[in-house]
């Protein structure tokens, strides 16, 4: 099994499925751990992570080759995990009704208040979702604010205010 990302890329383009899965296992844990910051739930992120392999072998025709694989895998994984929470958001809408709008809040930082060290991911796992999103695809993937404005359809302001949100938020819970 050849070393060269470049001809791994070129045989699992070609079909060769053992290619594809030594390019599953040198990108697993980082598409993983990127699935889990985004989503904040271990088996939400497992199954993004999955999504993300299956859409980038179908799709991995269309790698050209023009950027890093890792950079085009990593896009192709910010956006399987913002299209299934809009999936999900859509099957909620559907699913859920009440006359309590108290009922729909989701528990915010209560549910990580167990320990007296709270730590990082914790903190980024605790924060609501848009700002989580912007917060993990600017600080933690280097993202810009008008590619993340792109990627999950607010506009580059929102973004940004997202994004000084979330990092008032987690100065916040990691000074308690």
Known sequence: MPSDPTELIHRAQQGDRAAFETLYHAHVGRVYALCLRLTADRALAEERTQDAFVRAWERLATFRGESAFSSWL?????????????????????????????????PGAASG???????LERAVAALPPGAREVFVLHDVEGYRHEDIAQLTGVAVGTSKAQLFRARRLLREALNR
């Open 113 to 119: 208040g167990a320990g007296t060290g709270l730590d």
């Open 74 to 106: 990593y896009r192709l994984t910010v956006n399987e995990v913002l299209l299934g929470r809009r999936a999900e958001r859509r099957r909620e809408a559907r699913i859920v009704t009440t006359d309590d709008p108290a009922a729909l809040e989701r």
